[in-house]
Every structure is written in C-alpha cells, then in structure tokens.
C-alpha cells in the first residue's frame, strides 16, 4: 500500500524568506502523480502544483516549485518571497496512474510572520 | 459554472440519526469522491465513483453509503451516525483525460458534521 509522510506538523517563515515543505511517499510503482493542496483557513482546497514521475524536470508554478527526487521518494516544496497569503495548511498527495484514489499527507501547518 | 457544491455547509446530529450530505457538480466530471478531514490525519477517502452507477470503497468506508445515479450527484449518507464521524468532510471531482493522464481534484466547500 503507498503511503505519504509530511513529518513537520507546523512551519514558520518570515515575509519575504524562502520556505520548504518536506513530502515522502512509500509506493512500488513507477507510474504516479504527485500534488501540493493548500487549506486556506476558508477550508477551500486549492491546487498549488502538479509532478508527473516520469519527468525529471522539477515542476514551477511561479513561486513555488518543487524538488522531486524519485529514488529517494522525496517531493518538497519550496515557496520563495513568502506572502502573508500564504499562511495556510499544506497537504502532500500522490496517486498512482491509472487509479483516481488520491492518498494524503497528514498536512502541514504554514505560518507567515510579518 | 458553479464547480462543485455542498450542502449543508454544517450539520449537528444525535447519535443514530441519519442524513444524507449532498455534493453536485457541474463540470461532467467522471469522477467523484468523498474525503474526511480530523485533525492530524489529513484527508481519508471514504467512497469514489468513476461514473454513474459505479461506486467503489476507499480508506475508511464503514459507517457510510454511496451511489451514483446521475453524473452530476454524489450523496454521501449515514446511516447511523456515531460521534467517531465529526469530522469535515469534502466531495471532489475530477475529469478523466485517458491513462496516465494527470487530472487535477476540484473540491467542494466542505461540510462540517457534529454527532452528539
């Protein structure tokens, strides 16, 4: 059974710094996806970025990229020039290709200090 | 479009009441799932659907029925609540785009179950 492990329960960054995320995930197959949700306190989940395993190449959506290692079952994530709007819980998730059950990570919670 | 919707957005029961949580989109999505939400264990998917008339369990389904009649309508009933099901729970869609495609989750609002 796969797993996903997110081992910081909470964060803190100052405004303006660089932030990263820890992921590991637990599967013995080689086709999956992996995803970076954000919990806003309105409770709206909202997708912050998307990892195919087959590619190599690190996802970026603006300021938030990834660092995808695929030995070492690794996906972090990496918020540059933190904003207060970016305070929230950040869930980890992977599913596997061809299957639609998503498994999550217990969440981490990211508090942005002005 | 109206994406994906919930109702209610809180409910209180007694133990044993039942009720039934209702999620709709409107995205002719395929997919359709229910998730729970307790404090520390992050989402648990409790039933899904990859089209009308097909439902399968997930993680935790004991406790809760599902069906698909419709490709808009995903209910979410409990039969007997107990207060192990306070929780927040969350219907998501999803398009398919064909294997090994990836295909992004749209969540609902959520609803927030209290079980006295």
């Known amino acids: 059974a796969q797993t996903v492990t997110q081992s910081q329960p909470e964060m803190s960054v100052q405004e303006a710094e660089t932030v990263t995320l820890s992921c590991t995930y637990d599967?013995?197959?080689?086709?999956?996806?992996l995803f970076w949700y954000k919990q806003p306190p309105s409770r709206q989940m909202i997708l912050v970025i998307r990892?195919?395993?087959?590619?190599?190449q690190n996802a970026t959506e603006n300021r938030f990229s990834v660092n995808f290692q695929k030995a070492a079952k690794s996906f972090s994530l990496k918020i540059s020039d933190s904003q207060l709007g970016d305070a929230a819980m950040y869930f980890c998730?992977?599913?596997?290709?061809?299957?639609?059950?998503?498994?999550f990570g217990t969440g981490t919670r990211l508090k942005v200090l002005a | 479009n109206a994406g994906v919707t919930q109702t209610p957005k809180f409910q209180v029961l007694k133990t044993g009441q039942s009720m039934t949580l209702q999620c709709a989109q409107d995205?002719?999505?395929?997919?359709m799932s229910w998730y729970r939400q307790d404090p520390g264990m992050g989402l648990r998917l409790i039933h899904y659907?990859?089209?009308?008339?097909?439902?399968d369990q997930g993680e935790v389904p004991n406790g809760y029925n599902v069906s698909r009649s419709t490709t808009e309508d995903f209910p979410l009933r409990l039969l007997s609540a107990a207060p192990s099901q306070t929780s927040v729970y969350f219907c998501?869609?999803?398009?398919?785009?064909?294997?090994?495609?990836?295909?992004?989750?749209?969540f609902g609002p959520g609803t927030r179950l209290t079980v006295t």
């Open positions: 599967t013995s197959e080689s086709d999956y996806y």
């Open positions: 998501a869609s999803s398009y398919s785009i064909g294997t090994g495609g990836v295909n992004e989750q749209y």
């Open positions: 995205m002719n999505h395929e997919y």
């Open positions: 990892q195919e395993a087959y590619k190599q």
């Open positions: 998730a992977y599913r596997t290709s061809g299957t639609y059950k998503y498994i």
């Open positions: 659907s990859v089209g009308a008339g097909i439902t």
